[in-house]
């Protein structure tokens, strides 16, 4: 069902159908969550809804996810893995559209140092 949810989800935000979107992967979390708070579906779920979000201006409720799919990413992978890079440069992303640039900075050098080691 977590691939279903994801695949409609990333569909309906192809159509330009955010709340839909949103609809599938809340689903897709919570079905990700039944395997433990700490998987690697969690966090993608996490990182897909707060994308959603922060494709509608909607930072404050992106931002918790972020940082919750950063700390899943890193408890799954560990905190240097190379799968932490497109988490930390969504998460850049979102502080950058919130006008928090200093914070974004900061993340994407930490993606950056990850990607060249």
């Known amino acids: 069902m977590w691939e279903r949810y994801n695949v409609a989800g ?12 949103e609809r599938h992967f809340q689903l897709a979390l919570l079905e990700a969550e039944k395997e ?4 690697a579906r969690v966090a993608t779920s996490c990182v897909n809804l707060a994308n ?9 409720e992106a931002e918790p996810l972020y940082q919750r799919a950063i700390i899943a990413k890193e408890k799954g992978v560990g905190p ?17 559209a919130a006008g928090r640039t200093a914070e974004a900075d900061k993340v994407e050098k930490k993606a950056l140092a990850i990607f060249m080691r």
């Open 10 to 21: 990333q569909q309906a935000l192809s159509a330009g159908k955010p709340v839909d979107a």
């Open 36 to 39: 433990g708070s700490f998987c």
């Open 52 to 60: 959603t979000f922060r494709q509608q201006g909607k930072y404050l």
């Open 80 to 96: 240097l893995h190379k799968d932490m890079v497109p988490v930390l440069e969504n998460y850049a992303k979102m502080l950058k």
